[in-house]
């Protein structure tokens, strides 16, 4: 399978803990986005990747929120003492370089803090 | 911010019948997605579109780019039970925008 693949599927945890979640793009992307999807709405911005570097970080990015891609290829989102609010699917996606807005989404983190 | 409204929020069909659904903006958009989400996954891009009046097809599926440059529609015929899902539009707020504003999206159920 070539398309962007995220891990876990599901998470649970408890208010507080730290969770990280892993995104591999499609090989040939450079860009990679990650996004936010709450019930009933669709997807919201979260931040994205020019190969390492982080280019833009959405407001809804609180600062117990971190990203990184340190090679270029696979990324990880970090939550730090997660609150219920955080409850949400996670979506990364991945494109091509600057030209193409075609972004290709991966199946998604679902995140539940209990 | 900018903001993308679907229209209609929900629909229930017939099998078999065609389906029109539309999106709008404030603002000039330069680029109109198509996505389809399943429960459960993530979304998956039908249809891209670059130019204002341009039409483009994908199987059953049509969606055209608004002369206005504010609006895109997104027409699916006769439907089948798994076109059921939600469909979002979505475009970058920017000229060079390297990010996606989405629509709240259209659901989608077909009654077979």
């Known amino acids: 399978d070539t398309g962007v693949s995220q891990d876990p599927r599901h998470k649970i945890t408890k208010r507080g803990q730290n969770v990280t979640f892993r995104c591999d793009p499609i090989s040939e992307h450079n860009r990679l986005y990650w996004y936010r999807q709450t019930l009933g709405q669709g997807p919201e911005f979260l931040t994205y990747f020019q190969n390492e570097a982080q280019l833009e970080k959405s407001r809804l990015l609180s600062d117990r929120f971190s990203a990184e891609r340190p090679k270029g290829s696979f990324s990880t989102l970090e939550i730090q003492r997660t609150e219920q609010g955080d409850s949400a699917m996670y979506l990364c996606?991945?494109?091509?370089?600057?030209?193409?807005?075609?972004?290709?989404f991966g199946q998604g983190t679902r995140l539940t803090v209990v | 911010g900018q903001q993308l409204n679907q229209s209609p929020q929900s629909m229930f069909i017939q099998e078999g019948e065609d389906v029109s659904m539309n999106c709008t903006s404030s603002s000039i958009f330069n680029t109109w997605l198509w996505y389809k989400q399943d429960p459960g996954e993530g979304p998956v891009l039908l249809i891209a579109?670059?130019?204002?009046?341009e039409l483009t097809s994908n199987g059953r599926l049509t969606a055209q780019f608004g002369i206005t440059r504010k609006d895109s529609f997104l027409n699916i015929s006769a439907s089948i039970p798994s076109d059921v899902g939600i469909y979002f539009c979505?475009?970058?707020?920017?000229?060079?925008?390297?990010?996606?504003?989405f629509g709240a999206g259209t659901i989608l159920r077909v009654k077979s």
């Open positions: 979505a475009g970058p707020p920017s000229l060079y925008g390297n990010k996606l504003v």
């Open positions: 996606a991945s494109s091509l370089t600057q030209g193409s807005t075609e972004a290709f």
């Open positions: 579109l670059y130019k204002a009046g």
